[in-house]
């Protein structure tokens, strides 16, 4: 394993490009050959970020939800109040009585 001298996160030995900061690990990068009881692992920051972008983008989709449900869309309107008028003729020409 080899760690990345910029932010400290390990990463295979045939890294070339550290996966979090794109730092270039040359031949001098520290080397981590026995498993040390709690190597750094990659930033935290990022796996918060994630999950607070997932939360943000449930919450919204749960409001948008919460709105179509409370009011009611305009289509929907419009197809109650079709449904709710006098018969149109579409014969074309006299009609038989």
């Given at each position: 394993?080899?760690?990345?001298?910029?932010c400290?996160?390990?990463?295979?030995?045939?890294?070339?490009?550290?996966?979090?900061?794109?730092?270039?690990?040359?031949?001098?990068?520290?080397?981590?050959?026995?498993?040390?009881?709690?190597?750094?692992?990659?930033?935290?920051?990022?796996?918060?970020?994630?999950?607070?972008?997932?939360l943000?983008?449930?919450?919204g989709?749960?409001?948008?939800?919460?709105?179509?449900?409370?009011?009611?869309?305009?289509s929907?309107?419009?197809?109650?109040q079709?449904?709710?008028?006098?018969?149109v003729?579409?014969?074309?020409?006299?009609?038989a009585?």
């Amino acid at each position: 394993m080899v760690q990345c001298p910029s932010c400290g996160c390990v990463l295979p030995n045939m890294a070339v490009f550290c996966r979090i900061c794109g730092h270039r690990i040359g031949p001098g990068a520290p080397r981590l050959d026995p498993p040390s009881p709690s190597p750094r692992r990659c930033p935290a920051g990022r796996r918060r970020l994630a999950i607070a972008l997932a939360l943000v983008i449930f919450c919204g989709t749960l409001a948008a939800l919460a709105l179509a449900i409370v009011h009611e869309p305009t289509s929907v309107k419009v197809l109650d109040q079709a449904a709710q008028s006098p018969p149109v003729s579409t014969s074309v020409g006299p009609t038989a009585r």
